[in-house]
DNA sequence: TTGTACGCGTTATCAC
DNA sequence: GTGATAACGCGTACAA
């Protein structure tokens, strides 16, 4: 396994010093004279010795890796996110691991316990969207293990949670649209059982409510796989596109149902925003630059991963107990574009 | 850390057994009777034991868990490529760390020194855009640690490379665009440092000339960053469409560049395929679905990772050091859009 | 069939 | 200023 392969016991009995000094040595302890410090260093460098962290870890207790579970990595939102963690778990040190449900309560749960078996420090999870209760992570958090929730948490549940401000940015994203002139805004969101969702929709409702706009059930659907059911989407939008009253706005709640509902007017050929406005969550540029009149709420991935990670590791190394629960929120950040301006494009 | 705090020692003092008989009965040895095995068993399964995965690691010299090294995640390809090797690994018992160079090169030596540092059993990694030379994996690889290449691989060293069959593939789309009827095709691809360049390039040449089509220089640009950099597609794409002989028909290379090419011909009111066919690697479906006459060559990055985990595996397992290097090739799927063709597709 | 003793590589406590 | 010893949790010769 170690392929580098000297210990500390090797510098010890090369350089015919004791075990114990060279650690000290190693790790500059002030009982050790100078001279000592440097011919060990000098050693350790040339030969290009390095800690055995499992045996550290056996030592002290702790792995200094954190566990992941997040419902897929191949999702421009979550991959993000990951980047973010990622950016603080190198600068301190922590290994990163990933494990996806797919949606799955079960995987879930295999995972969960996968990841503590696999003595993890704490864990940053995303919940599944068919997770129909958090028993199993309650108990964890009951033992004091470290666990902070991220994007899709539970109410269920008083904990530490990073998640988009998302009862603001759907207030925003809807009176974007009816300040541009629309008055028939529908909502096509994922499924219900999402705290997201909940917010969402809060924010939508207050929209209309401050713009004297009657809600209007019939313009809400939602999409139980949230945009990973083709069918569903299309379903809703035909749905919608029929009405006597037909929307003359859609508002999208995710990266997947955004873009899908983009492909799908496409492919019907409704002109976007003509025919159609359309306006949603995303965290795919691609989408931006396809249509430059889809204004979006950019889902602030990389914020999130990375202040999640800040807070879990806070209380991983927090030698005192954490009473207080604190949720932060992060500002979901609303793109407008216009489709006679030129779209300022970094990257895709 | 681990907060299952029960230890085999626990378990032994309770049931008032030494260490090594409820060690040996949780192992299953014959030199224990049934009765104690059950005994020692169900209390370990009542108070829901696992064994420290850390201390058995430092005991047997192996972390089962491997490194990955990865441009970025944030990646379709990539990510698919991630949940092939997770599929094997979460079956196997491995662990995955996931590293991102972000095409730097004096990243990617970070990580992977971070990597062995860790003590992983093996990597697994797919190099940067800029890596120059792979000196610092030979060594590596020199001292038996077990490496599998993958996608991004260097013809510089003889090891374990899985990598699609991109001289097919291209062969094959270029082929297809020819056969359609398009005379003049333009390949934009990604930079002239990479493998998967030289392979694909050659795939597209071999087509043109089985096809008597004399190969044209010009009609060949390539983008160092890769599609990361939106300017240097644009101005290739730009320069292409302003050529007297204006190519009918552009070959594209990767993911990001096809994307990227379709968004921007897209901006520029090109029409597909009318104006200007286009075909490429993709792994995003999006760009399937939004432009149904867009064929493409699908990269099948799940049987990727899956391949070269299988390998890596393989390499970390055989108590024989491996002699015999092999390079495992995949067939790169071409899927046949035709615009009046519906297009059948099962999610985004 | 069960128990004792040792080692994996490291750090921490204590004695010299 | 340095060195011996114990301990982290586990597996395994070897002894009983």
């Known amino acids: 396994m170690n392929f580098n392969a000297i210990t500390i016991k090797?510098?010890?009995?090369?350089?015919?010093?004791s075990i114990s000094t060279v650690s000290k040595a190693l790790s500059d302890s002030y009982e050790i004279s100078e001279k000592t410090k440097k011919l060990v260093n000098d050693y350790a460098t040339q030969n290009n010795y390095s800690p055995n962290p499992i045996a550290k870890s056996l030592k002290q207790g702790h792995s200094k890796s954190i566990g992941i579970v997040v419902s897929t990595i191949d999702n421009s939102f979550f991959s993000q996110v990951i980047n973010g963690i990622e950016s603080v778990a190198y600068n301190k040190g922590y290994n990163i691991i990933i494990?996806?449900?797919?949606?799955?309560?079960?995987?879930e749960m295999?995972?969960?316990?996968?990841?503590?078996?696999?003595s993890i420090d704490g864990m940053l999870i995303s919940l599944s969207a068919e997770t129909p209760d958090i028993e199993h992570l309650r108990v964890l958090q009951k033992k004091g293990?470290?666990?902070?929730?991220?994007?899709?948490?539970?109410?269920d549940i008083d904990t530490h949670k990073v998640i988009a401000d998302n009862f603001n940015g759907a207030y925003d994203g809807t009176t974007h649209l009816l300040n541009s002139g629309y008055k028939r805004v529908a909502h096509v969101t994922s499924s219900p059982n999402l705290s997201i969702?909940?917010?969402?929709?809060?924010?939508?409702?207050?929209?209309l409510e401050d713009n004297g706009i009657e809600y209007n059930a019939n313009y809400v659907r939602y999409c139980l796989h949230g945009g990973r059911d083709l069918n569903?989407?299309?379903?809703?939008?035909n749905d919608l596109l029929a009405m006597y009253e037909r929307p003359d706005a859609i508002f999208t709640a995710s990266d997947r149902i955004t873009t899908t509902t983009l492909a799908l007017l496409h492919r019907l050929k409704?002109?976007?925003?003509?025919?159609?406005?359309?306006?949603?969550?995303?965290?795919?540029?691609?989408?931006?630059?396809l249509n430059p009149s889809l204004s979006s709420l950019f889902q602030p991935g990389f914020e999130i991963g990375k202040t999640a990670m800040e807070m879990l590791i806070g209380l991983i190394e927090s030698k005192?107990?954490?009473?207080?629960?604190?949720?932060?929120?992060?500002?979901?950040?609303?793109?407008?574009?216009?489709?006679?301006?030129?779209?300022p494009v970094t990257g895709v």
């Open 110 to 118: 295999r995972n969960i316990k996968h990841l503590t078996f696999r």
């Open 10 to 17: 090797d510098i010890a009995r090369e350089l015919g010093l």
């Open 197 to 207: 969702t909940a917010e969402r929709l809060a924010g939508y409702k207050k929209a």
């Open 232 to 237: 569903e989407i299309e379903t809703a939008l």
């Open 99 to 107: 494990t996806q449900t797919h949606e799955s309560y079960d995987l």
């Open 320 to 343: 005192h107990p954490v009473t207080e629960y604190e949720t932060k929120i992060l500002p979901t950040q609303l793109v407008i574009r216009n489709s006679s301006m030129p779209v």
């Open 145 to 155: 293990f470290p666990i902070v929730f991220f994007d899709r948490v539970s109410g």
């Open 270 to 289: 409704i002109k976007i925003p003509d025919e159609v406005a359309l306006l949603g969550f995303t965290n795919t540029k691609l989408a931006e630059i």
